[in-house]
């Protein structure tokens, strides 16, 4: 690998990462001061707006940045380049003005759902942020496609600290002010975001003088099957909550969404080593290397295993003192529960690569025919066991979606590439060894997990073939 290209990997890989970890950070920081600001039923409300109101933005982003992307890298000449950025931004627009109408209508609906008026008045008041933040992910999708990962770093950065700043506010001056005035400061600081997003993304700004509607009929078909699945997976995350806020009250979606903020940033490593997969699965997907990708898949989540399942053990063994620490006494109840909401985190490595390494390989379709399956039984399930269990039974539902999605991933992977599960967990022992080589200087530094798991694999092989 040429000099010049580890640096871009490894500058751009910092980046991102510290937009990850920021964007992180606000969001559990400003949950731990929301829910000392607001009683259990107030912050539920709060919970279940955004996670209905990000279902919506989820789909539209998913819809328009993979297009855009994609197309504006391979574009040969500025003009084309104008014609698909002009296309993508229209495309952008109409799809925001579709998010508006459907928000504006169901937002009676959400409110006579769970219970609470409030939750029509916070959508009203997003139906502004979808709008503002429509030049935000253009600009944002258009420096992707340049590979420039700053502004966007930057874009984020600022939206997220802003908001997290008003918070901030709230809690230090004992102002209990009204979600209204969380959704009112939304808008300002996507509207700020949206200016940062621009100043740095001018210099790849690109705009032709006429609309092509060839060009976003392409850029439609393209982001359709990764639409379906950004939905799918969203509708499979946010089911249990919506169950609990129409089955019980907003009370029970504030208990369960702080385990689920415990799970968030467990499900941290599986989100970051997915992204180094994607691109080598591809590679060995186009060359027809079926071994490798089991190997690669096997390792991958064998790696994620060992990074999460310390974690995984501290908060079986102290749920307790995480859940006081986090929510405060009064989410003690939540104890009970985030024992097992943390076992989704050793379920979600491989769900998370089964869905990448298909997606790799161009056969999304499968990825996605799964996910709506995962979605479907994900609701059967948490309904029969909320009504029989209370808050804990979306516990139990979604657990048992995992472990029925498990069994049918695990059977595709076998069928297809001769995948073993058990391979993964047999090689997480051999990710210690080399963390504590690497720690204690007995491996080079540029032992990767990799070429550990690789060893470990031929050894066995040779002690069998003894």
């Not at 937002?107 to 429509?134: C, R």
């Not at 003192?321 to 989704?344: D, H, K, N, P, R």
């Not at 066991?385 to 695990?410: E, K, M, P, S």
């Not at 993964?424 to 990799?450: D, H, L």
Request: charge should be positive; proline fraction near 3%; glycine fraction near 6%.
């Amino acid at each position: 690998m040429a000099e010049s290209e580890k640096s871009y990997w490894i500058k751009s890989g910092i980046i991102t990462l510290l937009d990850r970890v920021s964007l992180l950070v606000f969001g559990f920081l400003g949950f731990f001061l929301l829910v000392r600001i607001y009683d259990q039923d107030t912050f539920g409300i709060w919970v279940l707006f955004f996670s209905s109101v990000t279902f919506f933005e989820v789909g539209r982003n998913g819809l328009i940045q993979n297009g855009l992307v994609k197309f504006l890298t391979t574009a040969k000449t500025d003009d084309e380049r104008g014609r698909i950025s002009t296309a993508s931004l229209v495309l952008n627009f109409l799809l925001s003005i579709v998010n508006v109408i459907v928000l504006i209508a169901i937002a009676p609906l959400l409110s006579n759902l769970f219970g609470s008026d409030t939750i029509k008045d916070l959508i009203y008041i997003y139906t502004i942020t979808t709008l503002v933040m429509i030049p935000m992910q253009h600009f944002i999708f258009v420096q992707f496609a340049h590979l420039d990962f700053v502004g966007p770093t930057f874009a984020n950065f600022t939206r997220g600290g802003l908001f997290f700043c008003f918070i901030a506010y709230l809690y230090f001056s004992g102002w209990e002010a009204p979600l209204t005035n969380l959704a009112y400061m939304q808008v300002i600081a996507a509207i700020c975001g949206s200016l940062v997003s621009f100043l740095f993304a001018r210099k790849y700004a690109k705009f032709s003088k006429y609309i092509d509607w060839n060009w976003v009929k392409k850029l439609l078909q393209y982001g359709s099957f990764t639409f379906l699945t950004n939905l799918s997976t969203m509708l499979y995350k946010s089911i249990d909550k919506w169950m609990l806020g129409a089955l019980l009250t907003p009370a029970s979606v504030a208990i369960y969404d702080l385990c689920m903020r415990v799970n968030n940033l467990l499900e941290a490593p599986t989100q970051a080593i997915a992204q180094v997969v994607f691109p080598q699965s591809a590679r060995k997907g186009e060359s027809g290397g079926a071994e490798d990708i089991k190997n690669l898949y096997e390792g991958a989540v064998g790696a994620i295993l060992a990074l999460i399942i310390p974690a995984v053990i501290f908060v079986i063994l102290f749920p307790k003192f995480i859940v006081t620490v986090l929510g405060g006494a009064e989410y003690l109840t939540a104890a009970s529960i985030l024992t097992v909401t943390v076992f989704y985190a050793l379920f979600l490595p491989f769900a998370n690569q089964f869905g990448t390494i298909l997606d790799s390989i161009g056969k999304p379709q499968i990825n996605l025919l799964f996910t709506l399956l995962g979605a479907l039984i994900n609701v059967a399930a948490n309904y029969f066991f909320i009504v029989r269990f209370g808050v804990i039974g979306a516990a139990y539902g979604t657990i048992f979606t995992y472990i029925v999605t498990f069994i049918l991933n695990q059977v595709v992977l076998n069928n297809m590439f001769k995948v073993q599960w058990w391979k993964a967990i047999k090689s997480v022992p051999g990710f210690y060894v080399m963390a504590f080589g690497i720690i204690f200087g007995k491996n080079k530094a540029e032992t990767t997990v990799a070429d550990a798991n690789t060893a470990i694999m031929d050894k066995k092989e040779k002690i069998s073939e003894s």
